[in-house]
């Protein structure tokens, strides 16, 4: 009876993963052809979303990138173009309803309508819950949430009316776990998943796939650009160390590709690297002993004991950051347009 019972677990197990595996193959088989398309990539000029748009030239898209700073957005023009990609740089701010409109009428005055949203944008505070202020979850709201709906919402009436598109929304594993000394970033990006997750429900009969996209951590040079609080150059410290270690993040480049490849086959989810996929498991099978292991890390980080405001990790350096455990993070911020980079460092 018990071999009947483990051959019969067998069998199921072995069908689920030749299910999974057909149905990969027939999203594949059936993949969206990025050539000649218009892509607008929120925040593109910088980080993940250059190297978003980086991957997507090289596919044959047609680009269109916005920022809210004018100089790291021209060179960010500048650097796509030198790859030979076709790129309309505007200006904009996400969180601002009107201008996002705006954006989405120019994108579609200049080249066409716009075929794929990657909806990339994003803000990061970083700091004790007791160092946080209302404003730091209303900014985080505004940028990862808003920022999101926004863009959205401008392009999807021509998508349905045309039967056809695109939408990749950026969240991450804050979205799926609450992460200490992360927590207005945590509740902005597990709104962010609801939303990606249920829209994508709503208009898959109107052709349009939205790909909700997990990631963890990713060498982009990130932490130069995010806000800190309480004891800043040690919370920027621990934050820019684990964003620069192989094995526990990404490169920004092979995110790209993950995220793009996710985008053209049309996936309802992608998650990674393996850590992220490992946590998001582990906290739908156990959830109790997930937030126990994350308390322990809690307590293993930077007290609430100075509250100093709050600081740009640019503006919060030390000893340790940077340092050669940062190395691979600091070469990404010169390749992803974090800071002005020297000649050649953003080919």
């Not at 601002?96 to 990657?118: N, P």
């Not at 004790?128 to 863009?151: K, S």
């Not at 156990?286 to 609430?304: D, E, H, K, Q």
């Amino acid at each position: 009876m018990l071999r009947r019972k483990s051959d019969r677990r067998r069998l199921l197990l072995a069908v689920m993963l030749t299910s999974a595996w057909a149905m990969r193959r027939l999203q594949g088989l059936g993949g969206y052809d990025l050539r000649g398309k218009v892509v607008l990539v929120t925040g593109g000029s910088r980080g993940l979303g250059l190297a978003l748009a980086r991957e997507m030239a090289q596919r044959g898209a047609r680009l269109a990138i916005c920022g809210r700073d004018e100089e790291s957005l021209e060179r960010a023009r500048a650097s796509l173009a030198r790859f030979g990609a076709e790129v309309v740089a505007v200006p904009c701010d996400i969180t601002d309803r009107e201008a996002v409109q705006r954006l989405v009428e120019r994108v579609a005055s200049e080249m066409g309508s716009v075929d794929v949203l990657i909806n990339n944008a994003g803000v990061i505070e970083v700091g004790p819950a007791e160092t946080m202020a209302v404003a730091d979850y209303e900014e985080a709201m505004a940028t990862n949430f808003w920022g999101m709906l926004y863009p959205t919402l401008a392009v999807l009436p021509e998508m349905r009316r045309r039967k056809n598109g695109r939408i990749v929304n950026i969240t991450s594993i804050g979205g799926k776990l609450g992460i200490p000394h992360l927590l207005p970033y945590s509740a902005s990006k597990f709104a962010a998943v609801g939303f990606s997750q249920g829209l994508r429900t709503e208009v898959a009969a109107d052709g349009i796939s939205v790909v909700t996209v997990v990631p963890g951590l990713m060498r982009t040079g990130s932490p130069r650009n995010a806000i800190f609080r309480g004891q800043h150059r040690a919370e920027y410290a621990w934050f820019s160390i684990s964003d620069s270690l192989p094995g526990l993040s990404i490169s920004a480049e092979r995110a790209a590709q993950k995220i793009v490849d996710a985008c053209v086959r049309g996936d309802a989810e992608v998650l990674f690297p393996v850590t992220t996929r490992l946590a998001t498991v582990a906290n739908a099978v156990a959830p109790g002993i997930t937030m126990s292991l994350l308390g322990a890390v809690s307590r293993l980080l930077p007290s609430p004991t100075w509250r100093t405001g709050r600081r740009r990790g640019a503006d919060s350096q030390s000893s340790l950051s940077p340092s050669l455990l940062t190395s691979l993070g600091d070469r990404a911020a010169r390749r992803y347009n974090q800071i002005a980079p020297a000649e050649g460092e953003m080919a």
